[in-house]
């Protein structure tokens, strides 16, 4: 008879376990595809993209149309940083025909993709034209130095010829605060 119940116990254990990862699986899914829609790059950049997000026990797939070839790498971006995302297939398609090779906007693409796979500075907040090779930054850097990296980075790319940073520092540092409170 004992053993009869724990026999009983463990089959009840397995079947609620069984039972319960499914649902814990959905839930997770559920959850990425809501913290997707609800990310700050989602609701600002991506807002006029016809993007959809499926996920299946951490697998998402990315289908949908999208205005710019950059903004297929920062929707990949933002799901692959996401808990419990475990691989994104991206077949996200850009809304009408893509660049040349090597024209004003196939190079414009090719910086906003290096700014975006480089965490010291904001692809989202620089905005990237390209006139003759030339690749001119506005936008918002947090300081100095990512002014400067962005330069950089900007310039590491195959095509580009000079780069005019307009960005603007929007930080001063605590340092820069403090001194200037002594100062008057």
Do not use: C
Not at 41 to 65: N, P, Q, R, Y
Not at 72 to 77: N, R, V, Y
Not at 110 to 117: D, E, P, R, Y
Not at 133 to 144: D, E, H, K, P, Q
């Amino acid at each position: 008879m004992k053993e009869h119940y724990s026999l009983l116990l463990l089959v009840a254990a397995i079947a609620l376990l069984a039972l319960g990862l499914p649902a814990h699986a959905s839930r997770m899914d559920a959850r990425i595809e809501a913290s997707a829609k609800k990310s700050y790059v989602f609701k600002a950049f991506l807002k006029e993209d016809d993007i959809k997000i499926e996920s299946k026990d951490g697998a998402v797939t990315l289908t949908g149309l999208v205005s710019e070839e950059y903004h297929k790498s920062l929707a990949q971006e933002t799901l692959t940083g996401l808990p419990g995302v475990k691989s994104v297939d991206n077949r996200l398609e850009v809304k009408g025909a893509p660049p040349t090779a090597n024209s004003d906007a196939w190079l414009r693409d090719k910086v906003k993709v290096t700014l975006l796979f480089h965490r010291s500075v904001s692809a989202a907040k620089t905005e990237v034209d390209v006139k003759d090779g030339i690749a001119t930054l506005r936008g918002n850097a947090a300081s100095l130095a990512q002014k400067d990296l962005t330069t950089e980075y900007a310039k590491d790319v195959e095509g580009i010829t000079a780069v005019n940073n307009e960005m603007t520092v929007t930080k001063t540092s605590k340092k820069n605060k403090d001194r200037g409170r002594k100062d008057r």
